[in-house]
């Protein structure tokens, strides 16, 4: 079972936009993850939002978690051809390991 | 360091037949994960492997299998396909061996494409 629902499923920019992509999940959780993957490929990781952090940034990567709505958000500003991609958010599935539970993600399309 | 890697990339069977299908993680990394892809289910958990024992498994049927060995390489094995095991299978490796507040992100292997037919 999806454990986060990514919205919007799709989005269309022109480069140079900012792109915002949102997140909710169920469970409570430790930290939660966004992942990029490249039409048909494996992931790749972006970033780690820790439960206890309220917002991040990784170059032109900005995230934020609010745990009191369960809901996560990932801004890509100044995005360019190469982010398109689709991106996921993910939970870890339990505390006895480090398998991730996926949303149905993102599919972000760049256009110059 | 290398990445991880995936055997084979592609692979076509028939129903009925079975597959195996193998991971390499990063080196140093124990902990294996396997994950299935697909259009309409989208990125859905398989297993978990840590240390040569399972220690998570997703809400597949028992078709589905998977070990790992004392190099930490992981095979998993799909019996009796079906048109619907026809998807993206993806590996991933990670350095943490427990689910906490250190920084344990997941590296994925290029995986695997099956088709069914």
């Known amino acids: 079972s999806q454990q986060g629902e990514e919205d919007p499923q799709a989005l269309s920019i022109q480069e140079g936009e900012n792109a915002t992509m949102n997140c909710s999940y169920k469970t409570s959780i430790n930290n939660l993850q966004w992942y990029r993957q490249n039409s048909g490929r494996g992931l790749v990781h972006l970033i780690l939002?820790?439960?206890?952090?309220r917002e991040k940034h990784s170059g032109r990567l900005r995230v934020t978690l609010d745990t009191s709505k369960k809901s996560s958000s990932l801004l890509i500003t100044a995005s360019r051809a190469a982010d398109t991609a689709s991106y996921f958010c993910a939970t870890v599935a339990n505390q006895a390991g480090t398998a991730l539970i996926f949303g149905k993600g993102t599919t972000l399309s760049v256009s110059s | 360091k290398a990445g991880v890697t995936q055997t084979p990339r592609y692979l076509i069977k028939t129903r009925g037949q079975q597959v195996t299908l193998s991971c390499s993680p990063i080196s140093g990394h124990r902990s294996v994960s396997w994950y299935q892809q697909t259009p309409g289910q989208g990125l859905q958990f398989l297993f978990e492997y840590f240390s040569e024992t399972q220690r998570n498994k997703g809400n597949f049927p028992g078709r589905f299998s998977g070990r790992q060995f004392s190099n930490s390489r992981s095979e998993m094995n799909v019996s009796t396909l079906e048109l619907g095991d026809s998807a993206l299978y993806l590996c991933?490796?990670?350095?943490?061996?427990?689910?906490?507040?250190?920084?344990?992100?997941?590296?994925f292997g290029p995986g695997t494409r099956l088709t069914v037919t």
């Open positions: 991933a490796s990670s350095q943490s061996g427990r689910a906490d507040l250190e920084v344990y992100e997941q590296y």
């Open positions: 939002i820790r439960s206890n952090e």
